[in-house]
């Protein structure tokens, strides 16, 4: 994950690297997926997710584009 200051440093960012634009989301967008994400990672029960259970924390955080199902 990369930080940007605006929508344009993020383009002269891929160009100046030769690399595809990625998703972009909203720090609020990462920080609700973050709650999702680490919620129970120091359970002692937690051992990984599932391809399932990552597509259910992805939509819980309305993150639904090709790009979250490894389609994009």
Not at 5 to 21: H, P
């Amino acid at each position: 994950m990369l930080l940007f200051q605006s929508e344009e440093w993020i383009d002269v960012w891929c160009k100046r690297n030769n690399l595809e634009r990625g998703e972009v989301l909203t720090i609020t967008q990462v920080w609700e997926l973050s709650k999702l994400w680490y919620h129970n990672r120091l359970s002692l029960d937690y051992h990984g997710r599932s391809i399932e259970q990552v597509a259910e924390i992805f939509k819980q955080a309305s993150l639904t584009s090709a790009f979250w199902h490894g389609t994009g």
